[in-house]
């Protein structure tokens, strides 16, 4: 039986927390170290974001009816648009220097705020409008676009559709 998307979220939201939580605990010495870590949570968190973005955050506002719970789909894009500015930042900065760890750590920051939010705010209202069966199929369709994603399929933040 396949995982329904809340469940397939929350187990991504924790592996990316212990990615997060290795980088820190990381030094300015562990050139190595942190070069992987960093190259693993770039892949990670990019892949989940764009799940969340094409599969999950569409359907989530589709389903929704009042105001304040749309307002979390737009919340949670501009988030996922903050953490990708770090990241693209990181990525371009020397892992041995005072700068990388000041921006791990705000993309750590950024990142638990907003699994917090979602876990605590988005997600409680995902399972009064989803039933279980339509968790299970969007759960899925996440499976599915993730193994293309590792397949080769990389992150294109335009191919996402932005409806505002």
């Known amino acids: 039986m396949s995982t329904d998307a809340i469940t397939y ?3 991504q939201h924790d592996q990316t927390r212990k990615l997060l939580n290795d980088l820190e605990t990381t030094t300015d ?3 190595k170290t942190r070069t992987e870590l960093l190259s693993k949570l770039d892949v990670e968190l990019r892949h989940h974001m764009q799940l969340e973005e094409e599969i999950f955050y569409p359907a989530f506002k589709e389903a929704v009816k009042l105001k304040k719970d749309k ?5 949670a894009k501009e988030e996922h648009a903050a953490a990708d500015r770090v990241l ?7 892992v041995a220097s005072l700068a990388f760890g000041g921006k791990a750590k705000v993309l750590k920051e950024l990142v638990e705020h907003h699994i917090e939010e979602e876990e605590e705010g988005m997600f409680p209202i995902a399972k009064e409008v989803f039933d279980k069966k339509e968790l299970r199929v969007l759960g899925e369709r996440m499976e599915s676009r993730k193994k293309e994603l590792e397949s080769g399929r990389s992150w294109d933040r335009s191919a996402v559709a932005n409806v505002s």
């Open 88 to 94: 693209k930042d990181m990525v371009r900065v020397d």
């Open 9 to 11: 979220l929350k187990d």
């Open 71 to 75: 307002v979390l789909y737009f919340e």
């Open 29 to 31: 010495r562990g050139v």
